[in-house]
């Protein structure tokens, strides 16, 4: 068959299934298993047919006994429960934290970066919590978790978001600030390039000679620490740099 041929029947194979679809005829696509899977409040107790735009459907059991239909985002949703126990839970947490001034935008930092630490089914999993990213104990305390958070960093800067200063460091108040786009970047390239295998120390070749090259960034600054002839006084120069701008080395 031609390859004009292998595009009509492509084209004819696809109306057909469309067809299908409009019908509300059962179509099982291929889709990840989920079946009798618990995701926080949450379990799949059957795969439904898939909606009429083609998404994979899952007949979903709450804790408290209701049930509901939604797709397999539903496990990576907000309070993964039902929307009578997500209004609920929705309502404690506005009570919880309504004396703290302009909390919300903090506390969807705070959420994000325990789902990127703690979730393997978040997005982001792999580059943090796989690659063994984790969040303090104060910041990740069950009760007074956000609260910590919060009168660590205080509130979230307008066109900023939270920076690990060492980008291999985990999230605690020694190791985080609210940055800008651009500080992140830099800060994100900057480690990429480290071939040394220590933050703040890089190596470059002058002269034909070895060098090695400390440096450290604080409040958005990047302080130039001096070229070494050795990787081992390099290392010393950062750490001292570190007690002096962070109080604890890395």
Known sequence: MTNGGN???SAIKHVKLRKLLFKGELIMT???DLLGKKFG????IERLPNSESGQTQWLWK???GETFKSNGGARNSK???CATCWNKLRGYESRKYNDLEDYKPVYQTWRGMKERCNNPNNSHYPCYGALGVKVC???SDKEDGFRNFYNDMGKRPSNM???RIDVNGNYCKENCRWADPTTQAYNTKREHLNKSGRVGVRYEKRCGKDKWIAYISFENKHHYLGIYTSFEEACLVREEAEIKYYGVTK
């Open 41 to 44: 409040n949450i379990t799949a």
């Open 30 to 32: 291929k889709a990840l």
């Open 62 to 64: 709450c804790d408290c």
């Open 79 to 81: 309070y993964k429960s």
């Open 161 to 163: 978001t939270l920076d």
């Open 7 to 9: 595009l009509v029947g």
């Open 137 to 139: 104990d104060s910041w």
